[in-house]
Structures are given as structure tokens and as C-alpha cells.
Nanobody, 120 residues
Framework: QVQLVESGGGLVQAGGSLRLSCAAS????????MGWYRQAAGKQRELVAT???????NYADSVKGRFIISRVNFNNTVHLQMDSLKPEDTAVYYC??????????????WGQGTQVTVSS
């Protein structure tokens, strides 16, 4: 019902910056939140940052002060500006959207993932 298309990511040296973007489309009645998760090799998927439609934000402690999440509500997009990147930020980054697709029904949706690699 909801499709997420990610862009950005790639290879960067430690201390560099990258910007991820994600656009949601499909049957969207109302978006509750959008955000980013990541999964490093051999580890569980973890929250990076989320932003609700009420503009509340939540960041993982490991990225506070370095990453900024922003949303553009009118076109259902979310961006993640990542600065001062560290090798430990290397992971596949997944866009997430929690959205109502009818007045009463909601679901969690995921993008296909985009690789971020930070070299030391």
C-alpha cells in the first residue's frame, strides 16, 4: 500500500558527510512518522532517527549532534543529513514509514535499503 524509495548513500571517508532521502507514495491516508534505521553486518537493525508528523524527533545516542533528520510533509519525504561520519556508521540504512492507509488501518513500511560505507 505504501512504497518507499531511497536515494543517497555511498562511500565516504571518515569525517565526511552524506545525505539520504526517502520518498513515500501509494495509498497514504496519513503518515504517523518517518525515519531511518540501520543494520551493520552481523548486527541487529537499530533506530537512527525518526520524526513524527507532530515534529517530535528521536535520535540514537550514537548519532546525536552529527545527524539531522528533516521531513517535508506536503510531499511525504524524509531526509537524513549525516555529518562527521565515523567508520562505525557503516551499515545498510533503511527508510521507515508508519502510516494509515485507511481511516483506521495502519502499517509499518520499509525501503529497500541503501549502503553507507565510511572508510578510516
Amino acid at each position: 500500500q505504501v512504497q518507499l524509495v531511497e536515494s543517497g548513500g555511498g562511500l565516504v571517508q571518515a569525517g565526511g558527510s552524506l545525505r539520504l532521502s526517502c520518498a513515500a507514495s501509494g495509498t497514504i491516508f496519513r503518515i504517523i512518522s518517518m525515519g531511518w534505521y540501520r543494520q551493520a553486518a552481523g548486527k541487529q537493525r537499530e533506530l537512527v532517527a525518526t520524526k513524527t508528523s507532530g515534529h517530535s524527533t528521536n535520535y540514537a545516542d550514537s548519532v546525536k549532534g552529527r545527524f539531522i533528520i528533516s521531513r517535508v510533509n506536503f510531499n511525504n519525504t524524509v531526509h537524513l543529513q549525516m555529518d562527521s561520519l565515523k567508520p562505525e556508521d557503516t551499515a545498510v540504512y533503511y527508510c521507515n514509514a508508519r502510516a494509515y492507509y485507511t481511516h483506521n488501518d495502519w502499517g509499518d513500511y520499509w525501503g529497500q535499503g541503501t549502503q553507507v560505507t565510511v572508510s578510516s
